[in-house]
Nanobody, 121 residues
């Protein structure tokens, strides 16, 4: 079974850092484009950061300069390094990726289950 598994969320004080990981599990050949999204209570899901298959990146204005998206193709994993965290960064963070599976019928766009990030003193 092909899926995305997120980890790294938690409780952190304002100004702190966290690193989220998104690992593709199952028989995966590659991750193409990928991104991190977040959804705060009562709000719509929004794009946080995206990365193309070739490594070009794109960020929401609210996180630019504080967050960094990266990828390790050998590990089929995408990361989100979050620095200088603010209370308004509190949300459930979701990974999204276009996966190329060993069995073509499993290739497609996938979402992870989400990981909670809470920024509070």
């Amino acid at each position: 079974q092909v899926q995305l598994v997120e980890s790294g969320g938690g409780l952190v004080q304002p100004g702190g850092s966290l690193r989220l990981s998104c690992a593709a599990s199952g028989s995966i050949r590659s991750i193409n484009a990928a991104g991190w999204y977040r959804q705060a209570p009562g709000k719509q899901r929004e794009m946080v950061a995206r990365i193309t298959a070739l490594g070009s990146t794109d960020y929401a204005d609210s996180v630019s300069g504080r967050f960094t998206i990266s990828r390790d193709n050998a590990k089929n994993t995408v990361y989100l390094q979050m620095n200088s965290l603010k209370p308004e960064d509190t949300a459930v963070y979701f990974c999204n990726a276009d996966l190329r599976a060993a069995a073509p019928r499993y290739s497609g766009n996938y979402w992870g289950q989400g990981t909670q990030v809470t920024v509070s003193s």
